[in-house]
């Protein structure tokens, strides 16, 4: 079955590390992925998205994803943590619908 | 921000109950989707419509129906609630259901069955 793969329900850093949020999808989910943060009492909103050309892709807040096709993954990553990046994250495909994973909670200690 | 209004935001009903969950959009897209959201499983999709009148189901339909008889609203429908049921519940449009498309959300109804 097409899916996605958060590896770890919860990430913990410290403020001012690097930040790596894994997503492995599976090879049949077509390569259009994203990824969807959630702050507490919120809705989602788009971190970024990958469609077509460059694979690197950079999104808000400083975050950015490799597409990476060799090893059907795309990780969320940001050089350097900040206390407000503590969130859920949510990486995800969509082909005419939108299907996201079960999510990494991020924990930013000062 | 998107203009997406779910009402009610927090609902306590009892097994066997019917409930209704609204969601209004003034962005005229055409996609709107409901999904339900549990810890450990993400967001997962109960259905969506793609037009006024025009619905589908998604992968958790089991127990819910839907209606959208106008663009700007889509109405979620538990004819007979189940403790099951309890979760946060999500509306989200899009302009799009392409590959390019991005979901906004609607900032969620909390939904207790007890």
């Known amino acids: 079955a097409q899916s996605v793969t958060q590896l770890g329900s919860h990430v913990s850093v410290s403020e001012g590390a690097l930040v790596l949020l894994r997503c492995n999808y599976s090879s049949s989910v077509p390569p259009y992925l994203f990824w969807y943060v959630q702050y507490p009492n919120q809705g989602l909103q788009l971190l970024l998205k990958y469609t077509t050309g460059a694979t690197l892709v950079k999104g808000i807040n400083g975050f950015e994803a490799e597409f990476k096709k060799s090893e059907t993954s795309f990780h969320l990553t940001k050089p350097s943590a900040h206390m407000s990046d503590a969130a859920e994250y949510f990486c995800?495909?969509?082909?005419?619908?939108?299907?996201f994973g079960s999510g990494t909670k991020l924990n930013v200690k000062p | 921000d998107a203009g997406i209004t779910q009402s009610p935001r927090h609902k306590v009903t009892e097994t066997g109950t019917p409930v209704t969950l609204r969601c209004h959009q003034t962005?005229?897209?055409?996609?709107m989707y409901w999904y339900r959201q549990d810890p450990g499983h993400g967001l997962r999709l109960i259905h969506y419509s793609y037009g006024v009148k025009d619905t589908d189901k998604g992968e958790v339909s089991d127990g819910y129906s839907v209606s959208r008889s106008k663009t700007e609203d889509f109405l979620l429908t538990l004819e007979s609630a189940t403790s099951s049921q309890t979760s946060v519940y999500f509306c989200a449009i899009s302009e799009s259901g392409g590959a390019t498309g991005e979901l906004f959300f609607g900032e969620g109804s909390r939904l207790t069955v007890l």
């Open positions: 962005e005229n897209h055409r996609y």
């Open positions: 995800g495909y969509n082909f005419n619908k939108f299907y």
